[in-house]
C-alpha cells in the first residue's frame, strides 16, 4: 500500500513498502525489465539496477530511446521476476515516476555502487555528464509468490 509523503525538494511521492522477503528477493537480482512510453508507443528493455532505500536505480545513455521517453514522459514501470515453472514463481512489479541523477554526491554513490556489482562499469567507465543514472520512485507496486 502507498501512503503521501513529502521530500526535501517538494516532489510528492508514495511511499511503498517491501517486506524483508522481497527485498532480499530485490537485492538478490540484478536484471529488471524497464517500459516507458511517448505518443502512445510503449518500448520495453531489460536493465541492470540496483535497489536501495526503497527505490530503483539504473544507467542509461542519452541517446537511447528510453531515456527520450522518461524525458518526455516521467512515468514506467519495472518487473523483477523468476519464472522457472507453471508453480514457484515469484514476482514484484512497480509503477513509478523517473528523475535522472546526472550530476553530484548522488551520481558518485551510485557510479561507485555500479562499478562495485556490474563488470561492464568497471570496463566502460563514465563520467558525471556523460550518462545518467535514472531513479525509480515507486508509487505501487504488486507482487507474488512471497
Keep these: 500500500m502507498a501512503q503521501n509523503d513529502e521530500e526535501e525538494d517538494g516532489f510528492k511521492q508514495a511511499v511503498v513498502e517491501f517486506p524483508e522477503p522481497e527485498k532480499r528477493f530485490l537485492k538478490q537480482h540484478e536484471v529488471c525489465r524497464v517500459?516507458?512510453?511517448h505518443s502512445d508507443t510503449p518500448h520495453v528493455t531489460p536493465v541492470n539496477f540496483v535497489f536501495d532505500d526503497g527505490f530503483f536505480y539504473f544507467a542509461t545513455d542519452y541517446d537511447t530511446m528510453k531515456y527520450r521517453n522518461?524525458?518526455?514522459?516521467k512515468k514506467c514501470?519495472?518487473?523483477v521476476d523468476v519464472y522457472n515453472s507453471?508453480?514457484?514463481?515469484k514476482a514484484i512489479i512497480v509503477q513509478g515516476v523517473v528523475e535522472f541523477v546526472e550530476r553530484g554526491e548522488e551520481f558518485q554513490k551510485l557510479y561507485d555502487i555500479f562499478h562495485e556489482k556490474f563488470d561492464w562499469v568497471r570496463?566502460?567507465?563514465?563520467?558525471?555528464?556523460?550518462?545518467?543514472?535514472?531513479?525509480?520512485k515507486p508509487l505501487h507496486k504488486i507482487s507474488w509468490g512471497f
Design 77 to 79: 514501470a519495472l518487473v
Design 86 to 89: 507453471s508453480i514457484d514463481n
Design 123 to 136: 570496463e566502460d567507465p563514465w563520467k558525471e555528464g556523460e550518462a545518467p543514472f535514472v531513479k525509480v
Design 70 to 73: 522518461l524525458a518526455k514522459n
Design 35 to 37: 517500459a516507458t512510453s
